[in-house]
């Protein structure tokens, strides 16, 4: 298996504009995560989804933010209009958690979003 | 709200010596795992170690240990035989098993530097 795969590696925006993160969790996993880091607030959780459902979007900071899984392959985070605040490394992990006996978090290799 | 709490910012070692990285939580529960997470410069989130909280037994992988203390809700990761690949930020995460939640909560993390 590829593993998580996020796209796109980098990305560099003007303030305003519309960005939108996918990911692709690994095959057969049903929960799926978004992760934003930066520095000064390290890895927070942003939304999990289970079953492509959103089960907990506590973390989502505002509207700006939304988070869509149409199906199990496949998730996206939007954020629009965009603003400097947002710079940061926002991760996708996924697992299969739930009644597995090795549970863990398999992590992309997360989208360095710069918001100029 | 479960918190973990990293109190390391930055730690460096001599190569092939030994090192402890110190990690504490607070949680009510009584069902949970944690885990430690190594992130290279590549940024990539790497799986070190998981202990789960009904064992009483440390875990250990290789030259990676831990000391769980679950009375005092202390989890130190102790890395022997210090290799310069072992350079890179370390989190403490920690996952509550109970309530249907499974979202890992991570520390600020340490970043540990392996000097020849």
């Known amino acids: 298996d590829a593993g998580v795969i996020q796209s796109p590696r980098h990305e560099v925006t003007e303030m305003g504009q519309e960005v939108t993160l996918r990911c692709k969790p690994i095959?057969?996993?049903?929960?799926l995560f978004w992760y934003r880091q930066t520095m000064m607030r390290g890895l927070e959780l942003l939304i999990y989804?289970?079953?492509?459902?959103?089960?907990?979007d506590s973390g989502m900071p505002e509207d700006r933010f939304s988070a869509k899984m149409p199906n199990a392959s496949f998730s996206t985070l939007k954020i629009q209009p965009s603003e400097p605040r947002d710079s940061a490394v926002y991760f996708c992990?996924?697992?299969?958690?739930?009644?597995?006996?090795?549970?863990?978090?398999?992590f992309g290799s997360g989208t360095q979003l710069s918001v100029l | 709200a479960q918190t973990v709490t990293q109190s390391q910012p930055e730690m460096s070692v001599q190569e092939a010596e030994t090192v402890t990285l110190s990690c504490t939580y607070d949680?009510?529960?009584?069902?949970?795992?944690l885990f430690w997470y190594k992130q290279p410069p590549s940024r990539q989130m790497i799986l070190v170690i998981r202990?789960?909280?009904?064992?009483?037994q440390n875990a250990t992988e290789n030259r990676f240990s831990v000391n769980f203390q679950k009375a005092a809700k202390s989890f130190s990761l102790k890395i022997s035989d210090s290799q310069l690949g072992d350079t890179a930020m370390y989190f403490c995460?920690?996952?509550?098993?109970?309530?249907?939640?499974?979202?890992?909560?991570f520390g600020k993390g340490t970043k540990l530097t392996v000097n020849p």
């Open positions: 992990a996924s697992s299969n958690v739930r009644g597995a006996t090795n549970e863990k978090l398999f």
């Open positions: 095959s057969g996993h049903d929960y």
């Open positions: 989804f289970n079953n492509n459902v959103p089960i907990d």
């Open positions: 949680t009510s529960e009584n069902n949970y795992y």
């Open positions: 202990q789960e909280a009904y064992k009483q």
């Open positions: 995460a920690f996952m509550n098993r109970q309530g249907g939640s499974e979202k890992l909560v």
